[in-house]
């Protein structure tokens, strides 16, 4: 459990000390794990690996779901890239094809890194590695970014349970694109306050996003959400590099979030009783698999 309640609070303390937020991060984690902070570094270059590892599985394989809804988009993507179409640049396209590669991988049962968690485990990953392959960025810039994307996520679980069957997805694919905003400041060298403020811009922006899957399957929309919400994470660090501010202050925006998640229907909160879940297609989708599934057993 992180000793700085709030935003502020881990604000406060890194401007006093001059450092970066994920130098006062890392040294509370070495602190209360009773390690040294170069062996918290250590252990998330294992995550780090383990993502990599999950991009470059994920970009080799066509293979489907057991639902057979998804497992196949990436390769869809790289097909178009690899005739030189796209709208955007190379690394916007690694961007998206990251985050389906990942997201892909978890659907398949391949080892992701839940980051805030396995359903949003797409945008941290394709946002931070994608950037940093552009920028030919050494991995301890990476760590910096992942610390501070971690330190981002455990400050709004703090008042917020990151999990879509407590407060929808804002909670999930939500979270886990300001940690990726924030990330990817610090790893472009922003100060504290652009990373906050990226993070806070991120936020405010799903606020109110409903978890609704479809059969209850972490598929639809998990998968294509982690890919657009990626593209969000970025738009939210360009908007904070360029001196774009968020009005609503972080800490309050995590308050507006959790009073969300507490009005939210449980319909809306991972329980398929709601919204894409119960679309006519939702249902037919649901029922065909319920029957398949119990021909099996
Ligand atoms: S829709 Fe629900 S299950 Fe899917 S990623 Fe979001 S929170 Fe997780």
């Known amino acids: 459990m992180m000793k700085y309640k709030d935003f502020q609070e881990i604000f406060e303390e890194a401007s006093s000390k001059n450092k970066k937020i994920y130098e006062i991060s890392e040294q509370h984690e070495a602190e209360i794990t009773e390690i040294s902070v170069q062996e918290v570094r250590e252990k ?60 892909e991988q978890n659907l398949r049962m391949g080892k992701i890194v839940a980051c805030p968690t396995a359903g949003s485990c797409g945008i941290v990953p394709a946002v931070i590695i994608a950037m940093a392959e552009s920028r030919d960025a050494d991995d301890e810039f990476l760590v910096n970014a992942l610390i501070t994307a971690g330190t981002i996520g455990q400050l709004v679980s703090n008042k917020l349970a990151l999990a879509g069957a407590v407060a929808g997805c804002q909670s999930e694919c939500g979270v886990a694109c300001a940690m990726a905003a924030g990330g990817l400041v610090e790893m472009c060298g922003g100060t504290n306050e652009q990373i906050l403020n990226a993070a806070a811009l991120a936020l405010k922006n799903i606020m109110g996003l409903v978890c609704d899957p479809v059969a209850g399957l972490v598929e639809v929309p998990c998968v294509k959400r982690n890919a657009f919400l990626a593209i969000q994470a970025v738009t939210a660090a360009e908007l904070s590099f360029a001196g774009i501010k968020s009005v609503i202050p972080i800490d309050e925006i995590v308050d507006a979030m959790k009073q969300v998640g507490e009005l939210m229907s449980p319909k809306f909160k991972e329980s398929a009783e709601g919204g894409l879940a119960t679309t006519k297609t939702g249902l037919e989708i649901t029922e065909k698999l319920t029957n398949e599934w119990s021909l099996e057993n």
């Open 44 to 103: 998330v270059k294992i995550n780090l690996k383990a993502m990599k590892d999950a991009i470059k599985q994920g970009l080799k394989s066509k293979e489907k779901s057991m639902s057979g809804m998804c497992g196949d988009d990436c390769a869809k993507l790289l097909e178009r890239y690899k005739y030189g179409e796209s709208l955007f640049s190379e690394t916007y396209q690694k961007i998206l094809t990251y985050a389906f590669a990942t997201m």
